[in-house]
Nanobody, 124 residues
Framework: QVQLVESGGGLVQAGGSLRLSCAASGRTFSSYTMGWFRQAPGKEREFVATISSSGRNKAYADSVKARFTITRDITQNTVYLQMNSLKPEDTAVYYC?????????????????WGQGTQVTVSS
């Protein structure tokens, strides 16, 4: 069992930055692939970024590539999402997820555990 708690969301102007954090409970954090997803009002949850259990492999949605960076700190049981050059279309609830895999995963159904989400609002 893994419990995930996101933090770091908020209101920011276009062009600004935010760093989301996801604190995970459980001693097996290092064995899970971690991912960030987001869901805007009236839209389906979509993939943002993922990082393998080792931290060596990462993948990003095309819409955030070169602007967002996912990292993980095994000593702190935490995964981060650094978001730069934010755009109004990045506005959504951002969710952290953990999947029983050693390789990056990009689909919602490939993840077993989810956090409660944190709101990110980017004003124009």
């Amino acid at each position: 069992q893994v419990q995930l708690v996101e933090s770091g969301g908020g209101l920011v102007q276009a062009g600004g930055s935010l760093r989301l954090s996801c604190a995970a409970s459980g001693r097996t954090f290092s064995s899970y692939t971690m991912g960030w997803f987001r869901q805007a009002p009236g839209k389906e949850r979509e993939f943002v970024a993922t990082i393998s259990s080792s931290g060596r492999n990462k993948a990003y949605a095309d819409s955030v590539k070169a602007r967002f960076t996912i990292t993980r700190d095994i000593t702190q049981n935490t995964v981060y999402l650094q978001m730069n050059s934010l755009k109004p279309e990045d506005t959504a609830v951002y969710y952290c997820a953990a999947g029983s895999s050693v390789v990056p995963r990009i689909r919602v159904y490939e993840y077993d555990y989810w956090g409660q989400g944190t709101q990110v609002t980017v004003s124009s």
